[in-house]
């Protein structure tokens, strides 16, 4: 089968499963948003699906690495939506700021003050995600679900020239059980301070299922639609 073929084919499967998953749960299809994944995937393979498919928006993890892939010959047209999803630092954050509609891994204040200052320079809002640690590995950026109420309010206070749209976390290694009650406690912060308007991003290839059973609004994938 043509490469070409083979990705957009993934891509509604995984679509195809989505819905099967939201009818199975009552939730609404046209709801859920799907942030494919790009960072380990080609330009050749990002164009494949591009090409034949219209897609909510994409997830890179690097700035270079972005840049390289979406100003080439091959992407430099496609008008797709940009989410980062990578850690970002703050020496980065205006050229994030510049070439991303969303940042889906605020994780600090002191990220927050720099892309505010940033975002007042460059005349936009920042559209931030903030995301929560649900691990206790040191390697994992993120928020504890403890520290998330009096962030939120400084931010609110403090950044006026960021808008916080939801929450992004990564699941815990563990058992399906462990995954779902880490996603629960997610989706209970997300109640308390964002309306469905706003992103509950949970779940990649691997747990998607669960994230959607738990309230996920936006999963991001992308081994299931470029291996
Ligand atoms: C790489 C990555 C994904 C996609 O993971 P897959 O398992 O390939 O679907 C999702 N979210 C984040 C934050 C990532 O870094």
Redesign the pocket.
Known sequence: MQEETKIALAYDKVLAKVKEICLKNKRDFSKVNILV?T??ATKEQIWQLLSKREVFAI?Q?QLKDTLEKFSSPELKDFKVKKFF??HLQTNKAAKVLENFDLI?SLDSLHLAEVLNKQAQKQNKTALCLLQLKLTNRQTQGGLNIEEVPAFIKQVKTLYPGIKLKGL?A?APQGSNEEIRSAFKKAKNIFDCYFTKEDYLSLG???DFEIALEEGSNLI?????VFD
């Open positions: 994944v960072k380990y997830g993890s999803i990578g889906c992004m990564i990649m290839s691997s991001r994938i992308g081994s299931a």
